[in-house]
């Protein structure tokens, strides 16, 4: 089979980059980063053939008498790693995978974001995503990491004690030498905290670039001797770390959200897509909060969203809307609050917008929209204004997904019963644990 004129492209740059080694990459269910590693010689037939790889000790994919699997380059994600050695240059491409007969792996998440992507893309829609991803620079203590962030700066703090500003900024360069286009970087309310804002993009090379920058982070933490989490809420009492996501469509070039008319600008197709991720909030939570961790950040107080509704000023809401400005009509968005950055970015932003589409398709009204602070209505309030909660633990989210068909057929059978597998496992074993508060609590009182 010819190389065709991008991936002939990718050769002559590898060349032209001096490139000695190509990481493959691609990401299990959970999100986490697989690399197989190729020399530079190997790439031409890489880029024509796949490589082919076991999959059976890869979590989700597949059982040992069905092993074989195939990844295939995609040659647009063609980078260099800028943070490797200078005289032993390494490129990254990343992968979808295929089965051995040229079907395309159905436990793959880009390909199931692909699918969901395909689904709009029949409606004539373009889904666009913007994440926001949170995350601590921590200390490390030997080979143990110390429970305490290496800055006691705040929010968007600029002086002498924030120390991690040199990180950051190494970060952004690298960001960039990556064609991750960044538009702001701030120390974020809890110490230690950070976060860096890239440019909304196509929903997979969003998640293609929130995956690429989690490992770009820590790569660059650890060339200062620190290591960077984005593990929800690992410290009590301070904010955990979120992943907002702001999300609009696209119709022939236009944005589909916005309507000059409308009192908040939206058009009917926002107002359905915002119903429908309402309506599913309680399923997706198992995906884009699907951590036990992640249920410890979902808490009132921490400016975590708790409650079902959405607004434009009330950041405690589920979703908000952004105030419009004149001239920014393309800028038209929908934020979603509860994600956090634990999540798979293929599979969130698959469910995600397969929650959207269901409003749109069934033509779903979201509630009216609550400006008020929630966490100050009581239970009557609430109920009043039909406002229900988010799972209060990843047991009640996994419950709630397996229950909600919509999202366990965006996730596909194989995917969808893993996941579910893999998670309840992850519940299990939490639950079990005899953890430092009970000891305090109940070892000498009882």
């Not at 880029?47 to 999959?55: I, M, S």
């Not at 107002?271 to 036990?292: D, E, K, M, N």
């Not at 908000?320 to 920014?328: L, M």
Request: hydrophobic residues 40%.
């Amino acid at each position: 089979m010819a190389l065709t004129t991008l991936q002939k492209d990718v050769l002559a740059k590898a060349k032209s980059d001096g490139v000695k080694f190509v990481n493959l990459q691609f990401t299990d269910i959970h999100g986490i980063v697989k690399s197989v590693g190729i020399p530079a010689h190997r790439l031409e037939e890489a880029l024509e053939k796949g490589v082919w790889f076991d999959g059976s000790s890869i979590q989700g994919f597949a059982r040992i008498h069905e092993s074989d699997m195939v990844l295939r380059l995609d040659p647009a994600t063609y980078r260099i790693l800028p943070w490797k050695s200078l005289d032993r240059p390494t490129a990254r491409i990343i992968c979808d995978i295929y089965r051995p007969d040229g079907r395309p792996f159905a436990g793959d998440p880009r390909y199931i974001l692909r699918r969901a992507i395909a689904k709009a893309q029949e409606m004539g829609l373009t889904y666009n995503c913007g994440p926001e991803l949170e995350f601590f620079l921590l200390r490390k203590n030997g080979e143990r990491l110390h429970p305490a962030p290496h800055d006691v700066a705040g929010y968007f703090d600029f002086s002498p004690r924030d120390l991690a500003a040199a990180v950051r900024s190494d970060i952004v360069d690298v960001l960039q030498a990556l064609d991750i286009e960044v538009e702001m970087d701030h120390h974020e309310v809890a110490t230690g905290q950070h976060e860096i804002d890239f440019r909304y993009a196509e929903a997979l090379q969003a998640a293609d670039n929130a995956i690429t920058f989690k490992y770009a982070v820590k790569a660059i933490a650890a060339a200062y001797d620190l290591y960077a989490s984005f593990m929800p809420k690992p410290f009590f009492g301070r904010n955990g770390s979120g992943m907002h996501t702001h999300q609009s469509l696209f119709k022939n070039g236009t944005n589909a959200f916005y309507d000059p008319d409308d009192e908040y600008k939206l058009s009917k197709t926002a107002y359905s897509f915002i119903a429908g991720q309402l309506a599913h909030a309680r399923a997706l939570s198992a995906v884009v909060a699907p951590t036990v961790n992640s249920y410890k950040r979902l808490v009132p107080g921490y400016e975590a969203p708790v409650y079902i509704c959405w607004a434009r000023i009330n950041r405690a809401a589920l979703i908000r809307i952004p105030n419009y400005s004149e001239g920014r009509e393309q800028s038209t968005r929908a934020e979603l609050r509860f994600p956090d950055p634990s999540c798979n970015p293929y599979l969130a932003f698959a469910v995600m917008l397969m929650a959207g589409l269901d409003g749109i398709n069934q033509e779903m009204k979201p509630p009216a929209p609550v400006e008020e602070d929630v966490y100050h209505f009581d239970d009557a309030k609430l109920v009043e204004l039909g406002i229900e909660q988010l799972p209060g633990s990843l047991k009640e989210a996994i419950d709630e997904l397996k229950a909600d068909q919509v999202l366990m057929d965006a996730l596909g059978e194989h995917t969808g019963s893993g996941f579910v597998e893999a998670k309840q496992a992850e519940w299990d074993e939490y639950r079990i644990q005899v953890s430092e508060w009970e000891l305090g609590r109940y070892l000498e009182t009882l």
